[in-house]
């Protein structure tokens, strides 16, 4: 059954594939060393050309007139060409099979989730405690220094603790002591420590379901290791992960003056490719749960985006979660807030795949209208958001026409029959490229 939709699926996402542009020769530029004479001849020959153009233009406008004669006859005429209304038309259906497909997992997990699906995680978070494997997949100073790390940790070794470089301290960080608590750095890593649990069994759910360290193909990034302590707060729970050498967050990135002025469709493709890191979640039944700029690492010169920070994800529609940090929390999860006010208080929701289709959007919505990420809801223009915390189209008219649809859809109840999801999100922001 399941394999039928998925044939049918990718029958009815081959309407999407792009065209390559490049192959037409538009904008080619021929460099040309002739002699006078040449010239003079092929001014006449273009003259020729051009007057031949101007008669096949004539004739163009003479045909589109009788078709439009035949169109106001015949109302049941189609155009041959396919177009993005034609491709729009398709979102409808291409939705409803995702979500049965959706349903049919989400029963799946159900029905074993409390038995199966938690028994194997648990046996995956005791094997992943056994690091030696890691041997073989680092060079001997990485795993040397990967190893030094997690012994210091796991035998409160004071020494290496006090001497972490932070990238950013929680509130309950004890300096000088080995009661570390944040993000710090090492050469080769990231390790992330603290005396709640809550993140770092949200991480292991995701190495379980999404892999392991830097996921290159799907550009995402998950702890090698996990270890946590449910019970006695007092021990610190901490994960590892590989460190993205040379990298700023999105939000840092957005504020160098260069950066907020290239091209439109350079945005349109690195909100396209992290897109595809989400699909790629989102395949696997899983939510990120917390897409935000600062969750988006990019790198220096080469420009390319990571997805990190499992520390909210879980699967679709089963696990709970907020649905990311405000201002990018999804309307309907009600974690929303107010210019004049800011209010750190949160509901906890089912986690939805399209609470992280909603923080993409509104993300790159921001980048393409102001270029610049913003915090707070009072960074926003007073009338951004409507009553119901939707986006005030006036603003999603400043987005380019052609890349305007995608966003409307997500962010707008604008067109209230076009539940999108990130699938088509991406199809149509590739289609308008
Ligand atoms: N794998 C990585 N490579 C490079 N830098 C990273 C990596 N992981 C995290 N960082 C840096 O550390 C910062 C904080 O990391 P992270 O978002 O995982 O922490 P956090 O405390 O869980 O964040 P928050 O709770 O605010 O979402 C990131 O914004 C990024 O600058
Ligand atoms: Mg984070």
């Known amino acids: 059954m399941k394999n039928r939709i998925t044939s049918l699926k990718n029958k009815l996402f081959s309407f999407f594939k792009i065209k390559d542009k490049s192959k037409n020769g538009a904008n080619k530029i021929i460099y040309d060393y002739s002699s006078k004479e040449q010239e003079q001849q092929q001014e006449q020959q273009q003259e020729v050309v051009m007057e031949t153009a101007k008669e096949k233009e004539k004739e163009k406008e003479k045909e589109k007139e009788t078709e439009t004669m035949y169109i106001s006859k015949d109302k049941n005429h189609h155009n041959k060409e396919p177009s993005l209304d034609k491709d729009f038309n398709m979102i409808p259906i291409s939705v409803t099979i995702n979500n049965i497909i959706d349903k049919i997992t989400t029963n799946a997990y159900h029905n074993c989730y409390k038995k199966t699906y938690v028994r194997n995680i648990s046996n995956f978070y005791i094997a992943n405690l056994d690091y030696s494997s890691w041997r073989i997949a680092m060079t001997s100073m990485q795993f040397c220094e990967f190893t030094k790390h997690i012994d210091a940790l796991l035998n409160n070794n004071a020494d290496i603790m006090c001497n972490l470089r932070s990238i950013k301290l929680y509130e309950n960080d004890v300096a000088y002591s080995k009661y570390r608590a944040g993000v710090f750095k090492t050469d080769n890593f990231i390790i992330k420590i603290d005396t709640d649990s809550f993140n770092f069994k949200n ?44 990298t700023i967050s999105l939000r840092d990135w957005m504020m160098i003056y260069e950066n907020q002025k290239l091209d439109i469709e350079f945005y349109i493709r690195m909100c396209i490719r992290i897109s595809k890191s989400i699909q790629f979640i989102s395949s696997k039944h899983m939510v990120h749960g917390d897409i935000k700029p600062d969750n988006i690492i990019v790198e220096n010169i080469t420009n390319r985006s990571y997805i990190i920070d499992f520390g909210l994800c879980g699967l679709h529609e089963l696990s709970e979660g907020t649905g990311g940090t405000k201002p990018f929390c999804h309307p309907e999860t009600r974690n929303t807030g107010d210019i004049y006010k800011d209010n750190n208080e949160y509901n906890w929701v089912k986690n939805t795949k399209y609470n992280d289709l909603w923080s993409i959007s509104f993300i790159f919505a921001t980048i393409l209208i102001f270029r610049k990420c913003y915090l707070y809801y009072r960074d926003y223009p007073v009338n951004f958001f409507n009553g119901d915390k939707y986006i005030n189209i006036t603003y999603l008219n400043y987005i380019p026409e052609k890349f305007r649809l995608p966003f409307v859809c997500v962010l707008t109840k604008e067109t209230p029959d076009t539940n999108i999801d990130i699938q088509s999100f991406i199809s149509l922001l590739e289609k308008a490229l």
């Open 203 to 246: 991480e292991i759910t995701g190495m379980y379901n999404l892999g392991k360290g830097l996921i290159e193909e799907y550009s995402i990034v998950l702890p090698y290791y996990a270890h946590f302590y449910s019970k006695n707060k007092k021990n610190i729970s901490f994960s590892v992960q590989p460190r993205i050498h040379d």
